[in-house]
């Protein structure tokens, strides 16, 4: 009898504490109910470091091409194809790579930003609008605004 009692104890007990795991669940997912989502690319294009990062994107993207441009008017097209096609593979991966250092540099420089935004507009995250299934509240224009006035 003493092992019956002791199973059924130990059942209600595990019944209780999966009760309270339930209602717990249910508050945090109330309480992570104030998500925002944002079109990331609009809110990029406003803030103001992303124009500057932009600008010194270009130019090393315009000093790589004039020295890819000074390289490939040294070899003959007939003769040196298969060097030409190095060469233009050499310049595209130095221009992705300095590319992801500026989206790099870009997600550094914003982040702070966003993060003031969010504490500001009373969220507990912001998500990229393309993971949003349902629910949440467009915060785009908010956040745009916010960094335009930077």
Known sequence: MSKKRVLIGALVLL??????????????????????????????????????????????????????????GELDPEQDQEEMQQLQQQFQQQFNQIQEGQWEEIEQQIQPDLDQARKELGLDLIVNQEVVVNGGQDVTEEIKDYFENL
């Open 15 to 72: 019944l209780a504490v999966g009760s309270i795991m339930i209602n717990l669940s249910s508050e945090v997912r109330a309480e992570a109910s104030k998500i925002g989502y944002v079109d990331l690319e609009e809110v990029y294009e406003v803030h103001p470091e992303v124009a500057r990062l932009q600008q010194t994107l270009e130019a090393e993207a315009q000093e790589l091409q004039a020295e890819f441009q000074q390289e490939m």
